[in-house]
């Protein structure tokens, strides 16, 4: 297996950034890109460090200096799963900063997004909708 060099390292993972972000869901109400790559990007340095052996472990700062300064939405957000029917699981994404701006009573004109039945009582306290794709 070959492994790659610190340039083609630094380029390929910051590519892989910058699709996966353009390839991820909009908030409904502000319609932010809900991608976080620095959640991410620890996980896939690992991947590639120990199950695919492209890069070794001495790369991962100059990896993660390199996709710091040169990625180049900043201003993505985290993803959060909206319910706009429990009963049927229909979630919408949205960022957080919107997501409690729906359920406030200073925004009005987001009550559309409110839910139209109430939250069923859980059993234990996991919500597995939570894993399932999003429906919109």
Request: charged residues 25%.
């Amino acid at each position: 297996m070959v492994k790659w060099d610190i340039r083609t390292a630094c380029e390929k993972v910051l590519n892989h950034f910058i699709s996966e972000r353009n390839n991820a869901p909009q908030c409904v109400v502000c319609n932010s890109y809900l991608y976080d790559y620095q959640k991410e990007i620890h996980s896939y340095l690992y991947l590639l460090e120990v199950k695919n052996r492209k890069i070794d472990y001495s790369m991962n700062k100059t990896i993660l200096d390199y996709v710091y300064t040169q990625y180049p939405y900043v201003k993505d957000k985290g993803l959060h799963r909206h319910h706009v029917n429990y009963a049927k699981n229909i979630q919408v994404p949205t960022c957080d900063s919107c997501h409690s701006k729906i359920h406030s009573e200073k925004y009005p004109e987001l009550h559309k997004w409110l839910p139209v039945d109430k939250k069923p009582k859980k059993q234990f306290g996991f919500d597995t909708n939570m894993y399932n794709p999003l429906v919109w």
